[in-house]
């Protein structure tokens, strides 16, 4: 055998072990692929309920004699206040199924409607006392959590009665009963009732704490970045502390979420569970992110043309600022979007600092008790009742959204902005 044939033999089995090693990574990223869709699938299955509500249709009596109210004058606020909502929309269900007598049926009857009935109710004639001068108001209420899994998934659990099955069946029988999207998913705030929450205060939440973590760590990010890669000496300080950046950025989240509860909370006495804390804690876990994107892209300029500056008369920190600076803020933008998108998706540190409390009202600013999305998530994924199941997988898809929003933007400015040199 001559060398050629050597040779030719050598590059077969080179080419052939190129082709499995190919192979070999084509297979590795289609499992990955199949396994994100398997989980994506998974979680909009689960989700799609908690986009749609049922609802049962009511005609409420609501002219002064059923109200309890005086027969004349005028009806303020207090008046309407005072009112037993609770017994007027149980009196709106009997009047729809008058063959409800017994004391058992009647309490089974009852929980056909969301507890949140009432409420409708009162902020009906709470906006408009005009309408207790008529019979009848006729609304779609909430059906309760239980009457809505059974009702959208046709499922029977333990806490669905034959009789509230039987109910059921006639309310669809007569058209009264019927299934609506659900814009209390997106307009109301955190509740005990899987019917009447939302996430309006979470994502509240946590626009207020990304704008601190946003305001902190961007300039200071930034500037640290500057200060080290263009100004600081090269002496073991300066090692000691990019050694430390690199180490925090591996850091893991739960310890900055120990070191907020420490220094902010502890120390400083700032309040508990709202976002100013959650902010400054996040923005401890971004810096380094922000810092290390932030040099890299700094030293990506060519030295040409800070050459060229310094050539012309320009000082060094006018070549920085006019030239360096610009040039690489593309690279830092995207940076920060990443680190900003990690800090989103965070939950350990802000459960340090008493972010997981149940916070009904929407917060109104960085001082307000709050939670975010990622907390919120974990709250409803331990609530016992099946229709949180529904409202935890729409919250991950709100979340994943957020993310792919903010990945897309960080990869789109840095195709737009960025330059080959």
């Not at 019927?178 to 814009?183: K, L």
């Not at 229709?387 to 959204?401: H, K, N, Q, R």
């Amino acid at each position: 055998m001559n060398n050629t044939e050597i040779v030719k033999q050598g590059l077969k089995k080179r080419y052939a072990r190129e082709k499995r090693f190919q192979l070999y990574g084509r297979c590795a990223v289609s499992v990955g692929f199949i396994f994100l869709a398997l989980l994506l699938f998974d979680i909009i299955i689960k989700a799609m309920p908690a986009f749609s509500v049922t609802e049962i249709k009511l005609d409420v009596q609501v002219d002064r004699a059923s109200l309890e109210l005086p027969s004349e004058g005028r009806i303020d606020q207090s008046m309407i206040s005072a009112i037993d909502f609770g017994a007027v929309i149980k009196k709106s269900l009997r009047e729809v199924f008058p063959e409800v007598t017994s004391r058992k049926d009647k309490k089974l009857l009852y929980k056909l409607v969301s507890t949140g009935a009432e409420f409708v109710v009162r902020q009906k004639l709470f906006t408009n006392p005009e309408l207790v001068d008529q019979e009848t108001l006729t609304l779609w209420v909430k059906a309760d959590d239980d009457v809505d899994t059974y009702y959208k998934l046709k499922a029977r659990t333990s806490r669905i009665s034959d009789r509230q099955v039987e109910l059921i069946d006639e309310l669809e029988a007569r058209s009264i009963i019927r299934t609506a999207f659900n814009m209390t998913l997106f307009t109301a705030s955190d509740s005990r009732e899987p019917e009447q929450a939302g996430i309006r205060g979470a994502l509240l939440g946590s626009f207020w704490t990304l704008l601190v973590t946003l305001i902190v760590s961007l300039p200071v990010g930034v500037a640290a970045a500057i200060y080290l890669e263009e100004f600081a000496p090269q002496n073991k300080i300066t090692d000691f502390i990019e050694i430390n950046i690199n180490n925090l950025a591996a850091v893991p989240s739960i310890v900055f979420g120990l070191l907020g509860l420490a220094v902010f909370i502890n120390f400083f006495g700032m309040p508990r569970s709202a976002p100013l804390v959650g902010g400054l804690v996040l923005s401890l876990m971004t810096l380094p992110t922000i810092i290390i994107s932030s040099r890299a892209a700094i030293k990506s300029v060519p030295p040409s043309i800070k050459e060229a500056a310094l050539g012309v008369g320009a000082s060094h920190m006018q070549v920085v600022f006019h030239h360096t600076l610009p040039l690489a803020m593309p690279g830092i933008l995207t940076g920060s979007i990443i680190g900003m998108a990690q800090a989103l998706g965070e939950s350990a540190p802000l459960l340090m600092i008493g972010m997981v409390a149940f916070i009904v009202d929407v917060p109104g600013g960085i001082f307000d008790s709050a939670t975010v999305l990622p907390v919120q998530i974990y709250l409803w994924s331990d609530s016992p009742e099946r229709a949180f199941t529904a409202l935890t997988a729409a919250t991950i898809l709100v979340l994943l959204g957020f993310l792919t929003v903010m990945n897309a933007l960080a990869i789109y400015l840095r195709k737009r902005f960025e330059r080959r040199w």
